[in-house]
Every structure is written in structure tokens, then in C-alpha cells.
């Protein structure tokens, strides 16, 4: 979203050896617990979402194309959404593709919004872990594991395990997406935000954490809509199928 506060280009220091999770944690926990603030300065402006969110429905539907084996229209059986915040990525897209929602999101705060908000009393969202992706374990099957907006708080290291594991979650069917805020650096090195304390990629990192991790890209694509006035970090989706 954002452009980022400090760049680590020039430097020979790993922009993911700064990541601090503990300071990340304070970071969120500061914030109103609220969908617009999971936007940043752009919360102020509910067409941002909107446009984000249509991105996303249309990147899922093109992917699902791609697979004769995923049913092109109806829902996927379960889904999770990993960084899910207070659902703003449940409530406005995913719960329209998936029966039900998991969520997994690190902020105390956050996961007590979900747990009392109507998308759980509606059962929508199904079981909540309040956890950091880098100590999750899925503990079933998902056909659907999405996650946007939050794997810059991982290291690559923990990356490549987040990914693996999911690999291991996914149905024989599941589809695993990856939504994040791509790398400006001139460089072309990875940047590191000390405001949050998290790291935005570079697309070649990327596709190497996915390689590395047994994943296939099957589709990749850069989100579109955004008006250039705001400067925009670019925002790209992957989606990722196991390795055959």
C-alpha cells in the first residue's frame, strides 16, 4: 500500500534480519481495531477497498479457470485467512467464495473483533487462532488459504516454513494465494519498514521463497485501478499450486 519508510538498498545487511516480531505486535496493537485501519492512510477512503477487494474476486476467478479440477463457480468447502486482521478481507470477499472461514491473525484485539462479530455468530468464520503465521500449524485441510498483507512481518527463513506448512494444508484440489506490496528499490534489493518493522519483496525474492518452499505460480498478477495520484507501492497476487 504505502511506500515504505526506509529502504535498505546499498546495504549488505538482509533487510529481513530487522524484522523485530515483538515490535510488530506493539505496532498493531496501537491501531483502532477497526477494517479501515487494516488500510493505513488509505482507510479514509472506502473506494481503496472496494477496488482492492474486486481485484482480488477477479484474480481468484481467473485462476480458477486455469484448474479443471476446481469447480469454476460455486464455493470452496473451507478457506482460511491468514493476517486476517478483524476480517475486512473475510467479510468483503472471501466469505463470498468460501463456506467457511478460518482466520489466523497474531493481534489479540483483533481475533476478539472476529470472535463476537456477526460473521462468526453467522458462522461464516469457523475457528480462530491468534497466533503469528510463524507459529501456526494448520491442524486440517484447506481449499483456499489466502493470505495478503502480512508476510512482510516474516523472515525468509520463516517464510519459506509458512509456505511449506500450507503446501501440506492444502485439499488435492486447494489453492493457495499470496497478495503483498511489491519492492520500488532502484536496487532491486528487499525494503525494510521500521514503522512496522516488516519487509516488502522484491518479486524475484518472492519467486524464489515459492521454489524454494515446493510451490508452483500458476498465475501471477499485478493488482490494477489504483489512482496514480497516491504513489502506490505495487500490489501483486500469486497464486501457488504444490509442485508435481
Known sequence: MESQNESISGSSVPADSKIDHAASIRYWSSLPST???????????PWYSRIELQGSKNFLSKVRRLLPTVPSGGQFRQGVDCGAGVGRVTEGFLRHVCTVVDAVEPVPKFTQVL????LKKDGVVGDI?????????PEKKYDLIW?????GHLTDAQLVQY???????LTE??????????STSPNEQDMYDDEDSSV??????F???FEEAGMTVIKAEIQTGFPKQFKLLPVKSYALRPKV
Open 35 to 45: 477494517s479501515s485501519n487494516m488500510l493505513g492512510m488509505l482507510g479514509q477512503y
Open 115 to 118: 470472535q463476537e462479530g456477526p
Open 129 to 137: 487462532y491468534t497466533v503469528g503465521l510463524e507459529n501456526w500449524y
Open 147 to 151: 493470505t495478503q498483507w502480512c508476510v
Open 163 to 169: 509456505v511449506s506448512r500450507c503446501r501440506e494444508a
Open 173 to 182: 484440489t486447494g489453492l493457495m494465494v499470496v497478495k503483498e506490496n511489491l
Open 200 to 205: 516488502t519483496r522484491t518479486d524475484a525474492k
Open 207 to 209: 519467486k524464489q521463497i
